[in-house]
């Protein structure tokens, strides 16, 4: 009895078990039956002659989907994150429940049960549970107020379409607290999921458009030095790059399609402005090895990011060994900044173990070697050098760099993406598992995944959010890096950007790719001419594509030769700057790196 609740009631109503009250009081003594109705009306408090009027009236099974139409009349819900409607259609909507419970019920009572009922639709409402109650709504005469609802499917359309209106008048200039609370409103909805990757397509273009917008609405100084743009895409523009993506796909709605559209406009052209700037400060200082340690470039990585973790850590049992701290190297093949920032938000809110960490010591960004392809940017990262090839290449590379650095490799420190799958019934394969176990004789392992990379050749990824699950191997990679206690370093050789198919592809001239082209003929205002040792190119000198929002049609046409899903332009942030991340689990006791780090999740409205 002291369990009896009306959350507790709403939450039976609507398991299975209510059946079996159902065969007890269609035999039970009608006085019995009273008796208990005026029990359970004393235990549910100010829900309790509500829920037993529909227990009498309807059956326990109605509880909840009638309980989300009472829902709707409460008139202490209206305000900013509700939609509001003419007080007619709450009396209507009322004088059909009197008639219907033969009672009726006070403000205080209704409100009652209907957030018992709402709260148990969000915590365990099923499909049918949700159609009864969107019948109820036609029978009530209740579809005016379905927008107050964070629960009926019917909802969620309202309160996009109420946030397109605020959005669209805030595009116009209006005040964005509007659309603020109006995109609070979408957010309450249990349907949204507006803060994971598994949003309907019109919530994470509304998201996306709202955060862009307030970008536009704050201020961006282009930055000074080639260190300080690769800060800023970091920690802003790579976020602003994913926003972008996810905008892009389009929205279902006309009123936020149209606004939406109007906000990609202004933020595209923004960014062109500094892709432009960056592309200038890229061929002047990223094609050379950096003084003074002025950026990172991706053939330094291993030196600057990887042996810094794997220094001795401190003993917790007071004797003096010397075994190095053991890391994991995941090299997600055209992983960019954006891409990497989800794949590791994903990580740390489903995998609170692992948090992500920075120190004062180590970069977190690195500059591909150009062009920014894989067999010059993934080989010189993997082999310590400026250099060009493939596996055949990269693995005796890597062993060197290891020999060079006093890294034991008494197992194989270096697979990729065939080696890694395992025989049916297994995530890795048993050698890639040793590898990893043995943390003492292998201190550095490097695998290299390649489900990004292969869904800019083979799909259209636009749009997509990429988790941990998403890309193959990366989940077993990390549970057993966990198991034995390796830091994990996510990083890639080169980042990417995504086809966005707003101009026929069309061959000229005698380049072979969409991102850069021999120097035969002036770079013009959509390329940008690099030239030094790190270009890995004929004459050690390419022209890479820089921004297509600046062409005219028979430019971009020219640019975007020999389609691929992600080919646009190879001297942007989105393209040149490697995603670098640095996960650890949350264990005291398994070294430095794990007690020095920090979580430091970047949002993407800037301060």
């Not at 709504?137 to 379905?146: K, M």
């Not at 770079?523 to 004929?538: K, N, Q, T, W």
């Amino acid at each position: 009895a002291d369990s009896v609740s009306p959350h507790r009631v709403a939450l039976w109503s609507i398991s299975p078990t209510h059946l079996r009250f159902e065969s007890w009081r269609e035999s039970a003594d009608p006085v019995l039956l009273e008796q208990f109705n005026a029990w359970l009306s004393g235990r549910l408090g100010d829900a309790g002659r509500a829920m037993t009027a529909v227990w009498r009236t309807r059956g326990p099974a109605d509880l909840v989907p009638l309980g989300l139409i009472a829902a709707l009349t409460d008139d202490t819900h209206t305000g900013p994150h509700s939609v509001t409607t003419a007080r007619d259609t709450v009396v209507v909507v009322r004088t059909l429940l009197v008639q219907a419970l033969g009672v009726e019920l006070t403000e205080r009572e209704i409100r009652a049960w209907g957030t018992a009922a709402t709260l148990a639709a969000q915590e365990s409402g099923t499909a049918p549970v949700l159609r009864r109650a969107t019948e109820l709504v036609s029978e009530f005469r209740a579809t005016p107020l379905v927008g107050r609802s964070d629960v009926l499917p019917d909802a969620l359309p309202h309160r996009l379409a109420h946030f397109a209106s605020a959005l669209d008048a805030a595009v116009e200039g209006g005040p964005l607290a509007d659309a603020e609370d109006s995109w609070e409103a979408v957010r309450a909805h249990s349907s949204a999921l507006a803060d994971g990757p598994d949003a309907p397509q019109d919530v994470r273009v509304a998201r996306s458009a709202l955060r862009l917008l307030r970008w536009t609405r704050g201020e961006f100084e282009s930055p000074v030095g080639l260190s300080a743009w690769l800060h800023a895409y970091r920690t802003e523009l790579s976020w602003v790059d994913a926003a972008i993506d996810e905008a892009f796909v389009g929205a279902e709605d006309p009123a936020l399609q149209s606004a939406n559209g109007r906000i990609l406009e202004t933020v595209r052209a923004r960014r062109g402005k500094y892709d432009r700037e960056f592309a200038r400060e890229l061929a002047a200082s990223a094609t050379h090895a950096p003084s003074r340690g002025a950026f990172l470039p991706v053939e330094n990585l291993l030196d600057r990011v990887v042996v810094p973790l794997t220094q001795v850590a401190p003993s917790t049992f007071g004797d003096d060994r010397q075994n190095r701290s053991p890391v994991l190297v995941i090299v997600a093949d055209g992983m960019g900044s954006a891409a990497a920032n989800e794949i590791v938000t994903d990580l740390t809110r489903r995998s609170p173990q692992w948090q992500q960490f920075t120190r004062d010591d180590l970069p977190t960004s690195a500059v591909a070697v150009l062009p920014t392809v894989t067999r010059f940017s993934r080989c010189s990262l993997l082999t310590g050098a400026v250099t060009a090839g493939d596996q055949t290449t990269e693995k005796p590379g890597f062993a060197s760099w290891l020999e060079r650095r006093g890294l034991p490799a008494k197992q194989t420190p270096l697979f990729h993406k065939a080696q890694l799958d395992a025989l049916a019934g297994g995530s890795l394969a048993p050698e890639v598992r040793d590898s990893i176990n043995d943390t003492v004789g292998t201190p550095v392992v490097a695998c290299v995944l390649n489900t990004i990379d292969d869904a800019l050749d083979k799909s259209d990824p636009i749009g997509t959010v990429w988790t941990v699950s998403q890309v193959r191997h990366l989940e077993a990679l990390l549970a057993a890096a966990a198991t034995v206690g390796r830091t994990v370093v996510l990083v890639s050789d080169h980042g990417h950007v995504v086809e966005r198919s707003e101009a026929p592809s069309v061959q000229r001239g005698t380049r072979t790719s969409a991102r850069h082209r021999p120097v035969d003929e002036p770079a013009e205002v959509y390329g940008v001419l690099v030239s030094g040792p790190r270009v890995l190119a004929d004459g050690n000198e390419e022209i890479l594509a820089v921004d297509e929002l600046g062409l005219d049609p028979p430019a971009r046409e020219d640019l975007v030769a020999d389609h691929e899903a992600g080919t646009e332009q190879a001297a942007g942030g989105d393209e040149t700057v490697a995603g670098l991340q640095q996960c650890t689990e949350r264990d005291e006791h398994r070294g430095h790196a794990a007690r020095g780090g920090e979580t430091r999740l970047r949002a993407l409205e800037p301060a």
